[in-house]
């Protein structure tokens, strides 16, 4: 099992950029893929982004492609999430999760992931 731990959460105004942190503690980080999801108030959970292990593969839902980057850091056991020209369709709830293994376009998935962080708030106001 492996432990995680969103930060970087805020209230910012549209147009603006946040990163989000996820420090994960656990022997399997380095070779796992790794994803990014949010959900909303009375909406079902999203999917955002995702990375393979080695960082060399990403891949993103289509309203954040372009704006948003996931990126990793295996020495520090993390991974981020760069979010730039936020929108308030943005504001939500945003979770990092382990999957079990990279597979393509896949990582959508929700059954794909076998780890989840708290979450940490992400508010974009008008």
């Known amino acids: 099992q492996v432990q995680l731990v969103e930060s970087g959460g805020g209230l910012v105004q549209a147009g603006g950029s946040l990163r989000l942190s996820c420090a994960a503690s656990g022997r399997t980080f380095s070779s796992s893929a790794m994803g990014w999801f949010r959900q909303a108030p009375g909406k079902e959970r999203e999917f955002v982004a995702a990375i393979s292990w080695s960082g060399d593969s990403t891949y993103y839902t289509d309203s954040v492609k372009g704006r948003f980057t996931i990126s990793r850091d295996n020495a520090k056991n993390t991974v981020y999430l760069q979010m730039n020209s936020l929108k308030p369709g943005d504001t939500a709830v945003y979770y990092c999760?382990?999957?079990?293994?990279?597979?393509?376009?896949?990582?959508?998935?929700?059954?794909?992931?076998?780890?989840w962080g708290q979450g940490t708030q992400v508010t974009v106001s008008s």
């Open positions: 999760a382990v999957a079990k293994y990279y597979s393509g376009t896949y990582m959508h998935l929700p059954s794909m992931y076998a780890d």
